[in-house]
């Protein structure tokens, strides 16, 4: 079967892990957190680390992680490095009903537990910018970031697979991050990825920053293309991947680049030179600038479904420094 026979067959079924789904209303709101109160409007990252431990104080503590800092050139720098972090969240609902966690414990998939561990997290790596995807709970990380200091915007996939689970908190999408206090938000534009010219169920969140202190401008941009393994969905992410790239550039304007996003993709498959190859943006991979390689991995699951065979697929974060 050619790919564009099967592109029409995918669309006539816009459910679980479809390529292409027209826009419909989401009947769930964001609502499940509507509860959660914090101690102040306003705190330092250190109190709120300190509030998200003691809601978790009966399991382990907060797995660290070792942070790897690339200095860009120095006539590129804003006012000294920015800390990015970029992350797929995981959506509640899908975790917790669809995506077969067999070897993840009940507690750890827990939105009780899950939501304090994210803000914690967060909170103890301070990060300038965050990208997140698979976000279905943007209410609590908007309150909860932003008594830290942070503005964010959150886009939602047009048919997210969320909203075909009964007990889900709305849709799932992208979402961007940035504290007030070190940028200033020019404009924000979203996009609906096309694929052959199709608009497919993946989206991207653009922010134009200013940092305060210098007044230099920056492009961020956070995206999550589809997903799974095979030649169909190798193609639908190298036509995301272009389309993404034909998104940005315009809008970038010659101001340097951040572009993170869960590509679900190695670095072996066309997407990634389609994103760092010849064009308007020659971006790089910040893994590969910081490391002199790309990972082995950058996450990894296992699922009942796939036999318990551990899946790694690139996370990454790609920056160009508005050079020619």
Same mark, same amino acid.
């Given at each position: ?20 789904? #027209? ?43 070792? =942070? ?50 994210? =803000? ?42 969320? =909203? ?5 908190? &709305? ?14 938000? =020019?404009?924000?534009?979203t996009k609906v990825i096309d694929v052959w010219k199709v608009q497919s169920n993946q989206v991207a969140v653009l922010c134009l920053l200013r940092e305060r202190r210098s007044g230099r401008e920056l492009c961020v941009t ?23 790239? #034909? ?5 970038? #304007? &010659? ?5 993170? &996003?869960?590509?679900?993709?190695? !670095?072996?498959? !066309?997407?990634? &030179? ?20 790309? !990972? ?29």
């Amino acid at each position: 079967m050619d790919i564009l026979t099967k592109l029409k067959d995918w669309i006539t079924v816009p459910r679980l892990g479809s390529l292409t789904a #027209a826009p419909k209303s989401h009947d769930s709101q964001d609502t499940e957190d509507d509860g959660v109160t914090f101690p102040s409007d306003h705190m330092t990252p250190e109190e709120m680390e300190r509030h998200c431990q003691q809601q978790l104080k009966s399991l382990p503590p907060l797995l660290t992680r070792q =942070l790897v800092e690339y200095p860009p050139p120095a006539e590129q720098c804003l006012t000294g490095n920015i800390r990015i972090m970029q992350w797929n969240l995981l959506s509640q609902a899908l975790g917790v009903h669809n995506d077969n966690f067999t070897q993840c414990p009940a507690c750890d998939l827990d939105w009780g537990n899950r939501r304090y561990r994210i =803000l914690e997290e967060i909170a103890h790596y301070s990060p300038d910018i965050i990208g997140l995807q698979e976000v279905d709970h943007f209410k609590f990380l908007q309150r909860g970031l932003g008594t830290m200091g942070y503005e964010g915007t959150f886009f939602p996939k047009p048919s997210s697979p969320c =909203l075909s689970i009964k007990s889900n908190n &709305g849709p799932d999408g992208c979402a961007l991050f940035f504290r007030t206090d070190r940028f200033e938000l =020019l404009q924000t534009v979203t996009k609906v990825i096309d694929v052959w010219k199709v608009q497919s169920n993946q989206v991207a969140v653009l922010c134009l920053l200013r940092e305060r202190r210098s007044g230099r401008e920056l492009c961020v941009t956070t995206t999550h293309l589809k997903a799974r393994p095979g030649a169909l969905n190798s193609a639908v992410r190298l036509e995301q991947g272009r389309d993404l790239m #034909a998104f940005v550039a315009p809008l970038a #304007a &010659g101001r340097p680049v951040l572009l993170c &996003g869960d590509f679900n993709a190695e !670095p072996t498959e !066309p997407v990634y &030179g389609a994103v760092t190859g010849a064009g308007r943006l020659p971006l790089v991979s910040a893994y590969r600038q910081a490391a002199g390689a790309e !990972p082995r991995y950058t996450t990894w699951k296992i699922r009942a479904t796939w036999r318990g065979v551990s899946h790694a697929r690139l996370r990454v974060q790609f920056r160009w420094d508005g050079s020619r």
